[in-house]
């Protein structure tokens, strides 16, 4: 490594010297300026003025003592601040409208920090040596003997290991560490069941990508709030986001049927929304025209795209729009996609009115609910 | 009188002579005399690295990863990666009652009774973006600068495997929480999952322990974001660091710098106090972000919930483009023997991310097999100087761009009041036109600079004077290059002569041209080198500059009358400088 | 400056301060305004109309203001094409045009898909005048009362659990339009659901239970009034609650966030580095002693 500040290097015969480029034909061609050399290092002002020395010294000093204070200033924000005064924001202290505690122990940390970094920058640039060394580059490549003395010790031990000579061995143990694959990719199959297993053996209700607790007579009741619908709650123009009462159902110990799991399952392909519009401007598909009651259409909730949740309704075009991606579905013509990249419409619930007069489902759902699937058959009907 | 020698101990290594105690020479020697570390400390403590701003951003994804640890570290100690149920008491109102996991729960507990917890979660969240941010950052200026070239061509690799496993990290990360915003999310990638043909039903159950959402997501995610990424993230970095120590850094062109040295800064002290005050300056700066700036608040969307959603449901930003193409796809789908094809979702989502990222990965050896350059190349070189691979990287920027753009449709739509549709349509179009127009722009922009590099090797740079001569004609005053700024623009390699056909009969060593497939490929290669070299201004060659020279000379003559008289400007004559000369504008 | 080379008042310039200009400007428009202020006729309505007065002020209005769009008894307008002008006001109720006429809506400036919010034209007796002739024209839903929406009365836990209710319940209506934080969400075509930040609780109310434009309507069978009251208790503590982790950056999502960590984030740090790698300042001096 050679250090200096004269810097011209003899280009070697048969090298990559840069002081030159190649032709087309790859001959050494010289370039048309000489390279001038290193430049002649110029002094800074900290080098040759011991006042400008001192004072840079202080300046990076004072930033390093800020830091000790940020530091300090942390432990007491640390201390003095609450972030949430048990609720309603109303005793949180605040800065501006923002968090004081988040705040003040962020900036504080980063004036900790960012004094430090700084001060050491400044420690580099002003009062470190800055004359530019130079150290010599190797090709990457390993000599020709090193390669020579591998190979010559490679072909060694597989000559004396005998593996060229018997290729039974050798392709018997590789069979073996092949298939030695086979455990570790076995062991993951129980990372889960597969449709047709949970289908068979409906571990809850509505088990199986083509089904879900929707069934004959079960009641629409509103999300969140749990309550039934009668037909004369709604309005023209009115959007319910509904569930069906299984969501909400206790049994006889006041425990609710569905929890946990079964429950976020059921509401993943069983949530819907209820629309009512003018009956003229209903467009039904065939065989669908006692699926609706008096205008009041009820609708699966998740995008046949990739599964998002739709609520977004205008209620004088009758356009369902997905928040996602973008789907667009008319809710007035069987929900058919008229914008967007979802393939297939929304799937119906066909609703009846009970004999209490709210709004119950006349079956399932008559096709899968939400995204495709490579086995989704869309010439077959699975309702049951 | 002699002094019996023989029982004392000869195999010390130094003499017993009297030393002042010094604690670190004392520990380093103990430490020395175990593992030996002299030797490879002596080689790398001075090593030496070139100096230039655009050589830092590679670090601000080095130490966004080191905050990345240190604050994902403490976030582990209160996260609860569990999917139970549990009905929420804590300390934001707003929630209290609310059914919702334990991971969303304990992160609750984070943002509102842990002090710091917030900051730390944010600090942890604004790094990640600037991890992956400074990865392409990093990523487009060393392949703009050429630093991909033989022998790093395997960095890049590792770097590219870096960008996407973080990606990936990200991605896990932001989903633990399980919130409404994120939840969406893992909801739309299990539709990604379930629309592969034949095997996309079983991933989806095998991923989700059973049917959308089940319980065992969240765990699955946690351990591959806290141990299977990181571990790996490690050993590529470690791997990353250890190639570039190896091959030393590359270099800009310029005085006392050649192919076969490096120019700069030794490590220890100088480099070390940069890069080290580097670190302090990341990881301040995403303090600082984390203490201002708000970021992903969980308390407002909410646990996930699959019936509820928020309008502006985008993922984090490096997850944009993906999300882009899903939304301008149009809306195919196959319906072949009783089973469906998810082109809509298959094919922007799976297929074209892999198509993109394979493309990112081999780069460097589709620009070495059109080059056919199997030298080593330590030296950069400026984009301009490189107009068809600059054209390229601009193109796919473009490409990206367009689909970020789509994946930000509806928050342009309200924020410019324009129609969400007519984004949709524009970008569908835009995806296709638009990087072939960055290309061509970009390609002739190149060369423009390169022409003007030459204009001002040939005839100086221009200095801003114009002279009105004699018979009324105008004329603007050069003057020459310094020779450290001459030599950089001079100093570049000449490209290839690629005019013409290839050759059809054998070549120079008697080798016959290949046939059939690799007669084809050959064809392409020829094509591709004509579009990367053809248009190329070359550096001007010693005879030129010759002849630039003596054209100067010859108008300086045609000046010599008007020497010496103070009329302002003829000073720049093009022959002196002009430093130490009176000017008006120095009064 | 040498160019300012009037004689005049070149002596007292010097003595006074370069700002006196500005403060004398300032003193001019506030003093101006003050007086205005204070002598210019006040435009207060009579308080306390009856019934009927206050239906024919409101027909007066709205013959002057409305009934171009409206038609002369709010019947609707439809134009050549068989497009609306504006559409049937018989039945919209009170709470509508409290709404859209309060919020600036009404009257547009011309027909369209979306009505944004304007400048209000009208003052509240106005716009009370002009729902109380729609009003009568069929019946429609009323202007709620203040109690509608107000938690007064209520314990502290069962505001608590109002809220907490009220936030799961504009979970799953409202934010898939306007947004978690409630700031808004595209619609189709240019259509936009408005952020909610600046809205009264009376039109936010109103604007459920009468469904403005393409917004679904939220009658009371849909959501109930108390739903409805804990719907805005919820969005009126989103406003009274600090920003916990800072500035909210929109509120839009991630995108915004991505555009700060880009331009914040990387930028700084870019800007870090070139600072780090510049140049220090250079010395013309020579050091005495040899340097290494």
């Not at chain 2, 796809?329 to 198509?355: A, D, K, Q, R, Y």
């Not at chain 2, 490189?386 to 924020?415: C, E, K, Q, S």
């Not at chain 3, 006729?41 to 002057?64: H, I, M, N, T, Y």
């Not at chain 3, 070139?274 to 140049?279: G, M, N, Q």
Request: charged fraction near 20%.
């Amino acid at each position: 490594m050679t250090e200096g500040h004269d810097g011209h290097l003899p280009g070697l015969p048969g090298d990559d010297s840069h002081n030159g480029s190649h032709d087309g034909h790859g001959e050494l061609v010289p370039g048309p300026i000489a390279d001038p050399g290193l430049p002649e290092h110029v002094w800074r002002p900290t080098d040759v003025d011991p006042k400008a020395e001192k004072r840079a010294e202080r300046q990076i000093a004072t930033l390093f003592g800020l830091s000790t204070v940020c530091v300090v200033l942390f432990v007491v924000s640390y201390i003095v601040f609450d972030v949430n005064g048990g609720g309603g924001g109303a005793t949180v202290r605040t800065v501006g409208g923002l968090g004081a505690s988040n705040v003040a122990l962020g900036v504080t940390l980063a004036g900790a920090l960012l004094f430090i970094g700084i001060g050491l920058i400044q420690w580099a640039r002003k009062l470190m040596g800055d004359h530019e060394i130079v150290e010599m580059r190797h090709p990457a490549r390993s000599s020709d003997e090193d390669r020579e003395e591998t190979l010559r010790v490679l072909a060694l031990g597989a000559d004396e290991s005998g593996i060229a000579r018997r290729p039974l061995v050798r392709n018997s143990l590789l069979g073996a560490v092949g298939v030695l694959i086979a455990p570790a990719v076995i062991m993951l199959k129980d990372l889960g069941p597969t449709n047709r297993d949970v289908t068979d053996s409906q571990p809850y209700i509505g088990a199986g990508l083509e089904h879900t607790v929707w069934e004959k007579g079960v009641r629409v009741v509103r999300d969140v709030v749990g309550t039934p619908i009668r037909t004369g709650d709604l309005e023209i123009g009115d959007l319910i986001n509904a569930e069906p009462e299984t969501i909400f159902e206790v049994d006889e110990n006041g425990d609710p049927l569905l929890e946990g799991v079964p429950l976020q399952i059921a509401k993943s392909k069983a949530a819907v929304v209820v629309v009512r519009m003018d009956p003229d401007e209903n467009n039904p598909a065939p065989g669908r025209e006692n699926w609706a009651v008096d205008g009041i259409l009820c609708y699966s909730k998740i995008c046949t795209h990739v599964g998002c949740p739709i609520s977004l309704y205008e209620k004088k075009t009758h356009h369902l729009l997905c928040p996602c991606h973008q789907s667009t579905f008319d809710l007035a013509d069987a929900a058919k996609v008229v914008f967007g990249p979802a393939a297939r419409p929304l799937p119906q619930l066909p609703l009846m009115v009970d004999a209490d007069g709210y709004l119950v489902a006349q079956s399932d759902f008559k096709e899968p609910v939400g995204p495709s699937y490579w086995e989704r058959d869309s010439q077959q009907s699975t309702s049951k | 009188m002699s002094i019996d020698t023989s029982k004392v101990a000869s195999t010390n290594t130094t003499a017993a002579t009297a030393k002042k105690p010094n604690p670190v020479g004392a520990a380093a020697e103990w430490a020395d005399d175990r593992l030996g570390l002299a030797t490879l400390a002596k080689k790398n403590l001075r090593k030496v690295f070139p100096d230039h701003w655009s050589f830092m951003l590679g670090e601000i994804a080095l130490w966004s990863f080191v905050v990345l640890l240190l604050s994902g570290v403490f976030l582990t100690l209160w996260f609860t990666p569990s999917m139970g149920e549990t009905t929420y008491q804590g300390s934001y109102a707003q929630l209290r009652g609310v059914g919702m996991s334990e991971a969303f729960a304990s992160t609750l507990k984070l943002s509102f009774d842990v002090r710091g917890g917030l900051l730390m979660r944010q600090v942890h969240h604004w790094s990640a973006m600037l991890f992956v941010a400074a990865m392409m950052v990093h990523l487009l200026r060393v392949f703009f600068t050429g630093a991909h070239r033989k022998p790093r061509e395997l960095n890049w690799v590792v770097g590219a495997l870096l960008l996407l496993l973080g990606t990936l990290e990200g991605f896990t990360g932001y989903s633990l929480p399980d919130d409404l915003l994120s939840g969406t999310g893992i909801r739309a990638a299990d539709g990604f999952v379930k629309s592969q043909p034949v095997i996309g039903t079983y991933m989806s159950f095998l991923l989700f322990g059973g049917e959308f959402p089940g319980d065992q997501i969240i765990p699955r995610l946690y351990i591959i974001h806290v141990l299977l990424i990181p571990g790996l993230l490690l050993a590529l970095i470690s791997a990353h660091m250890v190639l570039l120590v190896y091959h030393k850094h590359t270099q800009w062109p310029g005085p006392g710098r050649t192919e076969q040295n490096v120019v700069g800064f030794p490590m220890l002290p100088v480099y070390a106090a940069k890069a080290g005050g580097f670190f302090f300056c990341v990881f301040g700066v995403s303090a600082l972000m984390g203490g201002l700036l708000s970021i992903n608040p969980i308390w407002k969307y909410g646990p996930y919930d699959p019936s509820k959603v928020t309008a502006g449901s985008q993922p984090d930003w490096y997850m944009g483009w993906p999300d882009g193409a899903l939304r301008i796809m149009p809306n195919i789908e196959g319906h072949f023997w009783h089973h469906t094809w998810s082109w809509n979702v298959f094919l922007p989502i799976i297929v074209l991310p892999m198509l993109l990222f394979t493309i990112v990965l081999v780069l460097p050896f589709i620009e070495a097999w059109i080059t056919g350059d199997k030298r080593d190349h330590h030296l950069l070189q400026r984009p301009r100087n490189a107009p068809g691979r600059t054209a390229t990287m601009v193109a796919l920027m473009t490409l990206y761009a367009v689909f970020w753009i789509a994946g930000g449709n509806d928050i342009i739509a309200i924020r410019l009041h324009l129609s969400i549709n007519q984004i949709t349509y524009f970008n569908r179009a835009a995806v296709f036109v638009l990087p072939v127009v960055a290309y061509l722009i970009t390609k002739r922009w190149c060369i423009s600079l390169q022409r003007k590099d030459r204009d001002d090797l040939l005839h100086g740079y221009e200095t801003g004077i114009i002279m009105r001569s004699p018979e009324g004609g105008y004329s603007e005053r050069h003057l020459p290059l310094s020779t450290g700024r001459a030599f950089r623009l001079a100093s570049r390699d000449r490209d290839p002569d690629v005019f013409g056909e290839l050759p059809a009969g054998p070549d120079a060593n008697g080798v016959e041209p290949p046939s059939g497939i690799g007669s084809r490929l050959a064809g392409v290669r020829h094509r591709l080198r004509k579009m990367m070299y053809a248009d190329n201004i070359q550096p001007p060659t010693i005879d030129e500059l010759e002849q630039g020279h003596h054209h100067a000379e010859h108008e300086h003559e045609l000046q010599v009358p008007m020497e010496g008289h103070a009329a302002d400007g003829h000073q720049f004559d093009g022959h002196h400088l002009v430093e130490g000369e009176k000017l008006r504008a120095d009064d | 400056m040498r160019f300012l080379n009037r004689s005049a008042g070149r002596l007292s310039r010097h003595r006074r301060r370069p700002v006196a200009g500005l403060l004398l400007l300032m003193l001019g428009l506030v003093l101006t305004g003050s007086l205005y202020a204070a002598f210019a006729p006040s435009s207060q309505a009579d308080s306390a109309q009856s019934d009927e007065e206050l239906v024919e002020q409101g027909r007066k209005l709205f013959l002057v203001g409305c009934s171009f769009c409206h038609g002369q008894n709010g019947e609707g307008v439809l134009t050549e094409d068989g497009n609306q002008l504006g559409p049937t006001l018989a039945g919209v109720g009170a709470a509508a045009v409290d709404f859209q006429v309060g919020t600036g809506r009404m009257p547009a400036a011309q027909p369209g898909a979306q009505n944004p919010t304007k400048p209000v034209t009208y003052t509240q007796d106005e716009i009370d005048a002009l729902a109380a002739y729609v009003a009568s024209l069929a019946p429609g839903p009323a202007v709620p009362d203040p109690e509608d929406y107000s938690l007064a009365g209520l314990s502290e836990k069962e505001r608590e659990e109002a809220v907490s209710r009220g936030g799961q319940i504009f979970l799953t209506n409202c934010t898939a339009c306007h947004n978690f934080a409630g700031k808004g969400g595209a619609m189709p075509h240019g259509g936009q659901a408005p952020s909610l930040s600046d809205t009264s609780a009376r039109h936010i109310y109103e604007a459920m239970l009468t469904g403005p434009g393409q917004m679904p309507t939220f009658s009371d069978g849909n959501l109930t009034p108390e739903e409805k009251r804990d719907v805005i208790a919820y969005l009126y503590s989103l406003r009274e609650q600090p920003e916990y982790g800072g500035f909210d950056l929109g509120g839009m999502g991630p995108v915004s966030e991505g555009l700060f960590a880009w331009v914040v984030g990387i930028g700084s740090l870019v800007g870090f580095a070139i600072w780090i790698a510049a140049h220090t300042a250079r010395s013309s001096k020579k050091k005495e002693e040899a340097s290494a």
